[in-house]
C-alpha cells in the first residue's frame, strides 16, 4: 500500500512538472500586448510607433495612413489615434502591423478602443483583406471592437481600420483609437515577407478563375486545401518565373480555401474565397 502511495505521488508530481512545463512552453510563445497609445512617436508624415519592452525582445507597432495620421488628447494624457472628418486621403484605412526586434512579427487582434464624436461606419479587414470585423455604424461615446471573425484575426501580418462614408455625405465622422489589444505569435521571417511582395494572388474573392501574379520568383507547386486540412487541387508548376492562370470553377464549391505556392524562396500561404 505504501509503494502505492509513493508511486501515486510520484504520477501526480509528474503530471505537475509536466503541466508546469506546458504552461511555461505556452506562455513563452504566446503573450499579451496592449499597446495604449499613450507613449506613441510620430515618426514620420504617414507613420507613428509605440513600443513595448518585454525583457530582451522590443516590440514596435506601427500605424500607417497616407498624411493624416493625428493624435489627440482624451483627457489626463489618454491619447489615441485620430481619424479626422475631411481631407483628401480620408477614407484611406489605417494599416496596423507589428515588428519584434525590427523584424516583422505576426500577431493576432483580440480588440482595440474607440471613441467617436459622431455616429459613424468602420470596418476591419486583415492583409488579404478578410473581414476581420464587418462595417459598422458605432454610436457616439466611446466601446470596444472585437473581431467577429477570429480565423481572420489570428496569425495576421497587419489589418486595417477603414472609415465608411455610408450616408454619402461626403464626410466621415470623427473617430479615434486606442488600448489595441493583441497576442503575439510567430516570426514572419524576410523569406515570408519577400514572398508576400512579389507574389499575388489575385481576384480575391473570385469565381475560381484566379492568377498567381509572380515578379520573378521560381515557383515550384501549388496546392488548395480546404478548411478541413485535405488537398483539393494540386498544381506542377516546373519553376516558372512568370504570372500562373488557374481555373478552379469546375474544381471547387463556393467557400473558403488556402493556397500552398511553393517556391525557391519558400512557402507562401494566402487565403482564397470562392464565390
Known amino acids: 500500500?505504501?509503494?502505492?502511495?509513493?508511486?501515486?505521488?510520484?504520477?501526480?508530481?509528474?503530471?505537475?512538472?509536466?503541466?508546469?512545463?506546458?504552461?511555461?512552453?505556452?506562455?513563452?510563445?504566446?503573450?499579451?500586448?496592449?499597446?495604449?497609445?499613450?507613449?506613441?512617436?510620430?515618426?514620420?508624415?504617414?507613420?507613428?510607433?509605440?513600443?513595448?519592452?518585454?525583457?530582451?525582445?522590443?516590440?514596435?507597432?506601427?500605424?500607417?495612413?497616407?498624411?493624416?495620421?493625428?493624435?489627440?488628447?482624451?483627457?489626463?494624457?489618454?491619447?489615441?489615434?485620430?481619424?479626422?472628418?475631411?481631407?483628401?486621403?480620408l477614407d484611406q484605412p489605417y494599416v496596423i502591423s507589428l515588428t519584434k526586434n525590427n523584424d516583422p512579427f505576426s500577431f493576432t487582434l483580440n480588440s482595440l478602443?474607440?471613441?467617436?464624436?459622431?455616429?459613424?461606419?468602420?470596418?476591419?479587414?486583415?492583409?488579404?483583406?478578410?473581414?476581420i470585423s464587418p462595417n459598422t455604424e458605432y454610436p457616439v461615446g466611446f466601446g470596444t471592437i472585437t473581431p467577429s471573425n477570429m480565423t481572420n484575426a489570428t496569425n495576421i501580418a497587419n489589418f486595417k481600420i477603414t472609415p465608411h462614408d455610408d450616408d454619402g455625405s461626403g464626410e466621415l465622422n470623427d473617430?479615434?483609437?486606442?488600448?489595441?489589444?493583441?497576442?503575439?505569435?510567430?516570426?514572419?521571417?524576410?523569406?515570408?515577407?519577400?514572398?508576400s511582395e512579389k507574389i499575388h494572388v489575385y481576384p480575391n474573392p473570385s469565381n475560381g478563375n484566379i492568377t498567381i501574379r509572380n515578379s520573378g520568383v521560381a515557383l515550384e507547386k501549388v496546392n488548395i486545401t480546404d478548411l478541413?486540412?485535405?488537398?483539393?487541387?494540386?498544381?506542377?508548376?516546373?519553376?516558372?518565373t512568370t504570372d500562373k492562370k488557374l481555373d478552379l470553377r469546375s474544381e471547387l464549391a463556393s467557400g473558403m480555401y488556402f493556397m500552398s505556392i511553393t517556391s525557391e524562396k519558400g512557402v507562401l500561404t494566402k487565403k482564397i474565397l470562392i464565390k
Not at 53 to 69: C, F, K, R, W
Not at 228 to 237: D, P
Open 1 to 89: 500500500m505504501k509503494k502505492n502511495d509513493i508511486f501515486k505521488n510520484a504520477i501526480s508530481k509528474g503530471m505537475l512538472l509536466c503541466c508546469i512545463m506546458l504552461l511555461v512552453s505556452y506562455s513563452a510563445t504566446a503573450q499579451n500586448l496592449i499597446f495604449t497609445i499613450d507613449t506613441v512617436i510620430d515618426d514620420a508624415a504617414d507613420v507613428m510607433t509605440e513600443t513595448i519592452t518585454q525583457g530582451a525582445d522590443s516590440y514596435v507597432l506601427l500605424i500607417n495612413h497616407p498624411g493624416l495620421e493625428t493624435l489627440d488628447d482624451v483627457g489626463g494624457g489618454d491619447l489615441i489615434v485620430y481619424i479626422g472628418s475631411g481631407g483628401p486621403v
Open 113 to 131: 478602443d474607440y471613441d467617436t464624436l459622431g455616429v459613424g461606419d468602420i470596418s476591419l479587414e486583415n492583409q488579404d483583406d478578410f473581414e
Open 175 to 195: 473617430f479615434g483609437f486606442h488600448n489595441f489589444n493583441i497576442t503575439v505569435g510567430t516570426t514572419l521571417g524576410t523569406n515570408s515577407f519577400e514572398l
Open 228 to 240: 478541413h486540412g485535405r488537398v483539393v487541387s494540386s498544381y506542377n508548376l516546373y519553376g516558372i
